[in-house]
C-alpha cells in the first residue's frame, strides 16, 4: 500500500471545520471514485492557536495514484478556493510504501484482494 501525505495549517478552529466540510464533502467523495483508492484521512495538531493538518490518502500501489495526480508526480493539488482558506499549505506531496502494519491496516490485504 502507498500512503500519500500533505501538510497545511488551518489557522483557527472555524477554518479547519470549513476545510474538513469541503474535504467529506468533495475531494475524499471524488476520490472513491478512483481506482485503488483505499481511504483518506485528516489529522491535526494544535498549535497555539493553529490547527496543523496532515492529510493522507492510502492506495493499493503506486501506479493508483496517477488517477489522482495533477502536473508532476510530486505537486500538490489544491483548489484555488482552498488556497485562499488555508494559512499555509506545502507545494509538494510526499508518498512512503507500507512495509508492515497492523491494527486499522490490517484488513489491507482483504481489500485489494477483492480489487483484483
Not at 500512503?3 to 470549513?18: H, N, S
Not at 492510502?58 to 495526480?69: A, Q
Amino acid at each position: 500500500m502507498i500512503i500519500r501525505y500533505w501538510r497545511a495549517v488551518a489557522g483557527a478552529d472555524d477554518v479547519l471545520e470549513k476545510y474538513a466540510d469541503h474535504l467529506q464533502r468533495t475531494t475524499f467523495v471524488e476520490m472513491t471514485e478512483l481506482p485503488g483508492h483505499l481511504g483518506a484521512t485528516l489529522t491535526r495538531k494544535v498549535n497555539g492557536t493553529d490547527n496543523e493538518l496532515l492529510v493522507m490518502t492510502f492506495w493499493k500501489d503506486i501506479n493508483s495514484v496517477g488517477h489522482f495526480v495533477k502536473g508532476a508526480f510530486d505537486d500538490s493539488v489544491v483548489k484555488p478556493g482552498t488556497q485562499k482558506l488555508l494559512k499555509a499549505f506545502d507545494l509538494k506531496v510526499e508518498y512512503f510504501e507500507t512495509i508492515v502494519s497492523t491494527g486499522v491496516m490490517r484488513g489491507y490485504d482483504e481489500i485489494t484482494s477483492k480489487m483484483e
